[in-house]
């Protein structure tokens, strides 16, 4: 059974950068994909960005894109969410996500595509 234990948030001002991450115990597949989602009060969780660990191919939401990298060290089995020129609107928690065989890939923005969550960690920008 996968776990996943996200770290790195806190308060940062506007133009800031956070790095998170998110280390996986219980799965190592290279057929795996992992994903970074945030929800904000009241909104629905959205998702950020995702890699495919066998090809590297990453994929960004369109409002983070060119400020959040994703990327991945296989031999820490850590995902990272690299965050630059953060902006308040950024605010939410942050929350990693596995999916053990990446197929599908059209869903990787779907929460339900995903099979393990972890718990979260709050990044909060102020303007």
């Known amino acids: 059974q996968v776990q996943l234990v996200e770290s790195g948030g806190g308060s940062v001002q506007a133009g800031g950068s956070l790095r998170l991450s998110c280390v996986a115990s219980?799965?190592?597949?290279?057929?795996?994909?992992w994903g970074w989602f945030r929800q904000a009060p009241g909104k629905e969780r959205e998702g950020v960005a995702a890699?495919?660990?066998?090809?590297?191919?990453?994929i960004y939401a369109d409002s983070v894109k060119g400020r959040f990298t994703i990327s991945r060290d296989d031999a820490k089995n850590t995902v990272y969410l690299q965050m630059d020129s953060l902006k308040a609107e950024d605010t939410a928690m942050y929350y990693c996500?596995?999916?053990?065989?990446?197929?599908?890939?059209?869903?990787?923005?779907?929460?339900?595509?995903?099979?393990?969550w972890g718990q979260g960690t709050q990044v909060t920008v102020s303007a």
């Open positions: 996500a596995a999916k053990t065989v990446c197929v599908a890939w059209s869903r990787w923005a779907d929460p339900g595509w995903y099979g393990a």
């Open positions: 219980g799965y190592t597949s290279s057929s795996a994909c």
């Open positions: 890699i495919i660990t066998s090809s590297r191919f990453t």
